[in-house]
């Protein structure tokens, strides 16, 4: 490696985030925005295309790759990109993100592939409020697609729950309670005011959701599990099996650690989830650009990544919502 991803804040970029579609399966109400149009089947990356990207990315230094979108396992034949990811010489990880519904069928076959861990939303145990939440979809497809992950042996399984005011904030304590019972892995998410929220914002802060577990279930006690490189803050209930995490990118601020980059299924490279900065990297790989035009044109992304976002000022991205950049 002859250059490196490093921004103007010293901070090394070693992470890519890469939504393989926009396209999903259920239609949460924080993420969806019924008016926006999918991206045609021109638009988004090909498999070898976001290779190329990857193999830019580790000649750069990118360990690190996690499979999001939209749903990732919504596009056809995803573990083929997993094996070409994982070829790619520098890429130590492969991790994915996904509502699980799919992957009660998919998850040997991801793990086979590459695929080491997985992060899967869920935001409550009740039938009905699945579907009112997630506008499609079936909670059971979810609970047999954790167990077919932990089954595969991709670990760990963290489950990723945003906590809404008036919707699931009376389950927080049931999450919490799933780390003693059943070792789960629970990170709860600050809602972030993102384009597509058609739900009024209804944002529990992580403070809050710490005190009415500990309320409820005595203290947390501070924990560091060894992959735990990214913005959550762990904890666990004393004699846990499971631990409890905290991510709160609204009453919080980690952008002092970032070490991500985005790529968007149409090909925008973002150095930021919460700017509307990017990097159009779609006519490079589609007009033959060189191997060194690719990681120049990472190395300007890395150029134009901001020392913070900035919703502590009240300004979030307007223009893609989550589904779109790839939460
Ligand atoms: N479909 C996959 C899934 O459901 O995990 C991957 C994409 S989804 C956009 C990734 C993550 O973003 C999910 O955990 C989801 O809860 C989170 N997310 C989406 N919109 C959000 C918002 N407005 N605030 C906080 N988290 C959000």
């Keep these: 490696m002859t250059q490196s991803l490093l921004d103007s804040y010293h901070r090394h970029i070693d992470y890519l985030r890469i939504s393989v579609t926009d396209r999903c399966n259920l239609r949460c109400i924080y993420c969806n925005a019924s008016t926006m149009q999918h991206l045609s089947h021109d638009d988004i990356l090909r498999y070898e295309e976001i290779t190329r990207v990857v193999k830019a990315a580790a000649r750069l230094g990118v360990k690190d790759i996690r499979l999001t979108g939209g749903e990732p396992t ?3 034949h995803v573990a083929d990109l997993v094996r070409m990811i994982a070829a790619v010489p520098g890429i130590e990880d492969i991790s994915m993100t996904t509502n699980a519904t799919r992957l009660a069928e998919m ?3 991801l793990k086979d592939a590459g695929v080491s861990r997985v992060n899967i939303s869920l935001d409550t145990f009740k039938p009905e409020r699945f579907k009112a939440m997630c506008g499609a979809g079936r909670i059971e497809d979810v609970l047999e697609g954790i167990e077919a992950a932990r089954k595969a042996g991709l670990n760990p399984v963290k489950i990723n729950t945003v906590v809404l005011r008036g919707v699931n904030d009376d389950e927080v304590v049931d999450f919490a309670r799933k780390s003693v019972t059943d070792g789960w892995n629970v990170r709860y998410i600050e809602e972030m005011p993102l384009v597509g929220n058609d739900n009024g914002h209804k944002m529990v802060s992580i403070e809050e959701i710490k005190s009415r577990i500990e309320h409820e279930l005595g203290g947390l006690e501070p924990c560091w599990p060894t992959n735990g490189h990214g913005p959550a803050k762990y904890f666990r209930l004393p004699g846990s099996p499971g631990t409890i995490g ?12 970032c070490n991500r980059f985005r790529l ?3 090909g ?9 900065d990017e990097v159009d990297l779609k006519p490079a790989l589609r007009s033959g650009a060189s191997e060194e035009a690719l990681e120049e044109l990472l190395m300007k992304t890395a150029a134009m990544k901001h020392e913070r976002h900035q ?9 893609r919502n989550m589904r779109q950049i790839g939460g």
């Design 311 to 319: 919703l502590a000022e009240h300004i979030s991205p307007q223009g």
């Design 264 to 266: 968007t299924a149409d």
């Design 246 to 257: 905290f991510i709160g990118p609204v009453t919080g601020c980690f952008c002092e650690t």
């Design 74 to 76: 919504v596009r056809p």
């Design 268 to 276: 925008k490279l973002r150095p930021c989830l919460l700017r509307e």
């Design 107 to 109: 998850a040997q076959e």
